[in-house]
């Protein structure tokens, strides 16, 4: 089934590499990386075919997670694998970077050999194997709940609230010797991606919301967990549930670990989570929203007469609490066909701003975004004008192209 498995740096350094059926050599992993970096915009589709063999990939961390195959396979099947098989290194090495990578090669073989055999996937069940990895978990420096430097998820630290599990969530499930002394913790962390379109006048045209619920088990094997929701949750339009404000989603969907026995009635999700990092639960909501936006945009556009540019400015206001942050924060804005160059000028140091030229848009990208504070950018749009001139018979007639 699968011939290949290989992981890459964002740079195309080779991580690992295991050849299953020697259908293909090692060559086939310069050819992927090549196939990739010369997309345009690196935006690389998840499957790719070259000479009869297909490359199936995904991208965690900065890492490329790929499978060859030579036969027709499922393409979600690999997908969904790969997927898997980065979740398992987090479990094992606690976190997922190019270092952990480098330090722990022989536990992730002994993963995969235990993963797969002939190319066939055997279980990527995190109980069977833990009964079979013995390799310990090389650490790239000793846990501490006085390290808080790292923002992340379950127990993330942000600037106001100083919170100890953040360290405490990025430890190793799957460590013999973290199980001495070790705590039976559970972490959620509730992950919302909110995409928005503003027309030109500030007035807000369509709004979409995908979250999900994703917890990080560090209780034993086949304990039980109960999660309650607020009783107002409702799925749809139709269905509305109690006397307070509705919080309501249009759809949603749970992992199969999740009995819904008493959701129907009492909201509570019943579960017996394995040990490890797992998504429980996906949501989408769409333009009719319980509340108002967290952000606020304010748009300004000039001409400068002078010369053949457009000045854009562009005041982003984020009302969530002072407590919390907005990370990753893109807002794209599509400029003229006839643009050739973008300057900028922008109000901090965190954030960042291009024009790409395939989709005529500026991305403006804030990595980290305080509630309750305001950021703007000053774009100058540079266009190209043509003057043509064609001579008619009767009359001189000019043409504009803009």
């Not at 098989?85 to 022989?106: H, M, P, Q, W």
């Not at 420096?141 to 998820?153: A, E, H, Q, R, T």
């Not at 509730?190 to 919301?209: A, F, H, P, Q, Y």
């Given at each position: 089934?699968?011939?290949?498995?290989?992981?890459?740096?964002?740079?195309?350094?080779?991580l690992?590499?295991k050849?299953?059926?020697?259908?293909?050599?090692?060559?086939?992993v310069?050819i992927?990386?090549q196939?990739?970096?010369?997309?345009?915009?690196n935006?690389?589709?998840?499957?790719?075919?070259?000479e009869?063999?297909?490359?199936?990939?995904?991208?965690?961390?900065?890492?490329?997670?790929?499978?060859?195959?030579?036969?027709?396979?499922s393409?979600?099947?690999?997908?969904?694998?790969?997927?898997?098989?980065?979740?398992?290194?987090k479990?094992?090495?606690?976190?997922?970077n190019?270092?952990?990578?480098?330090?722990?090669?022989?536990?992730?073989?002994?993963?995969?050999?235990?993963?797969?055999?002939?190319?066939y996937?055997?279980?990527?069940s995190?109980?069977?194997l833990?009964?079979?990895?013995?390799?310990?978990?090389?650490?790239?420096?000793p846990?501490?709940?006085?390290?808080?430097?790292?923002?992340?998820?379950?127990?993330?630290?942000?600037?106001?609230s100083?919170?100890?599990?953040?360290?405490?969530?990025?430890?190793?499930?799957?460590?013999?010797?973290?199980?001495?002394?070790s705590?039976?913790?559970?972490?959620?962390?509730?992950?919302?991606?909110?995409?928005v379109?503003?027309?030109?006048?500030?007035t807000?045209?369509?709004?979409?919301?995908?979250?999900?619920?994703?917890?990080?088990?560090?209780?034993?094997?086949?304990?039980?967990?109960?999660?309650?929701?607020?009783e107002?949750?409702?799925?749809?339009?139709?269905?509305?549930r109690?006397?307070?404000?509705?919080?309501?989603?249009?759809?949603c969907?749970?992992?199969?670990?999740v009995?819904?026995d008493d959701?129907?009635?009492n909201?509570i999700?019943?579960?017996?989570p394995?040990?490890g990092?797992?998504?429980?639960?996906?949501?989408?909501l769409s333009?009719?929203?319980?509340?108002?936006?967290?952000?606020?945009l304010?748009?300004?556009?000039?001409k400068?007469?002078?010369?053949?540019?457009?000045?854009?400015?562009?005041k982003?206001?984020?009302?969530?609490?002072p407590?919390?942050?907005?990370?990753?924060?893109?807002?794209?804005?599509p400029?003229?066909?006839?643009?050739?160059?973008?300057?900028?000028?922008?109000?901090?140091p965190?954030?960042?701003a291009?024009?790409?030229?395939?989709?005529?848009?500026?991305?403006?990208?804030?990595?980290?975004?305080?509630?309750?504070?305001?950021?703007?950018?000053?774009?100058k749009?540079?266009?190209?004008?043509?003057?043509?001139l064609?001579?008619?018979?009767?009359?001189?007639?000019?043409?504009?192209?803009?």
């Amino acid at each position: 089934m699968i011939s290949q498995i290989f992981i890459l740096s964002c740079r195309g350094d080779h991580l690992i590499y295991k050849n299953f059926r020697g259908e293909a050599g090692n060559e086939v992993v310069n050819i992927f990386y090549q196939k990739v970096t010369t997309l345009p915009e690196n935006q690389a589709p998840v499957i790719m075919n070259h000479e009869g063999l297909h490359f199936i990939h995904v991208r965690q961390s900065g890492l490329y997670f790929v499978a060859t195959a030579r036969t027709n396979v499922s393409p979600f099947t690999i997908i969904e694998f790969l997927n898997r098989f980065a979740s398992l290194i987090k479990d094992y090495c606690g976190t997922l970077n190019e270092k952990l990578v480098r330090l722990n090669f022989a536990l992730i073989y002994e993963l995969l050999d235990e993963m797969l055999d002939y190319g066939y996937i055997q279980t990527t069940s995190t109980d069977i194997l833990k009964n079979f990895i013995q390799t310990e978990v090389v650490d790239t420096k000793p846990s501490s709940l006085f390290d808080l430097s790292n923002i992340g998820l379950f127990g993330a630290d942000t600037q106001q609230s100083k919170v100890a599990p953040s360290a405490a969530a990025s430890r190793p499930v799957f460590s013999s010797r973290s199980e001495q002394g070790s705590k039976n913790e559970v972490f959620l962390d509730v992950i919302e991606r909110l995409t928005v379109v503003i027309g030109s006048n500030g007035t807000v045209m369509k709004v979409d919301v995908q979250g999900e619920i994703r917890m990080k088990c560090f209780l034993p094997s086949g304990s039980e967990l109960r999660i309650g929701l607020n009783e107002e949750f409702s799925i749809g339009k139709s269905e509305l549930r109690g006397y307070g404000t509705a919080v309501r989603v249009d759809e949603c969907s749970f992992h199969e670990v999740v009995k819904l026995d008493d959701f129907d009635s009492n909201r509570i999700l019943k579960l017996h989570p394995p040990q490890g990092e797992l998504t429980i639960m996906h949501y989408q909501l769409s333009d009719d929203l319980p509340s108002v936006l967290p952000f606020r945009l304010f748009p300004t556009v000039e001409k400068d007469l002078n010369s053949n540019r457009l000045m854009v400015h562009l005041k982003l206001r984020c009302d969530l609490p002072p407590k919390s942050q907005a990370l990753n924060v893109r807002v794209h804005l599509p400029v003229p066909k006839n643009t050739i160059s973008l300057s900028q000028e922008l109000s901090s140091p965190d954030q960042t701003a291009e024009l790409q030229q395939s989709t005529k848009s500026i991305q403006w990208v804030i990595s980290r975004f305080p509630g309750g504070s305001q950021l703007s950018a000053l774009f100058k749009v540079t266009l190209y004008w043509k003057f043509c001139l064609y001579l008619a018979e009767e009359k001189n007639i000019w043409y504009l192209n803009l």
